[in-house]
């Protein structure tokens, strides 16, 4: 959905949800670093989670649930 101009903003809305759930459950149960990972996947998570942010955010103009194109 990212690739595609007119659901860019769906792709990065889904992304920042995913990830919202993945630092919480790791903030929560699972703790930073799983496995001996060294917290990897949980940094990969909040980066994944701010672009996904700074993308929404710089696409918000073609919400076409808010914009009425």
Do not use: C
């Amino acid at each position: 959905m990212l690739l595609i101009p007119k659901t860019i903003w769906l792709g990065a809305s889904l992304a920042i949800d995913i990830m919202a759930g993945a630092i919480i459950m790791h903030l929560t149960q699972l703790g930073i670093d799983v496995k001996g990972d060294g917290g990897i996947l949980f940094y990969t998570a909040l980066v994944t989670f701010i672009l996904s942010a700074v993308i929404s955010f710089s696409e918000k103009r073609n919400i076409s649930l808010i914009n009425n194109n």
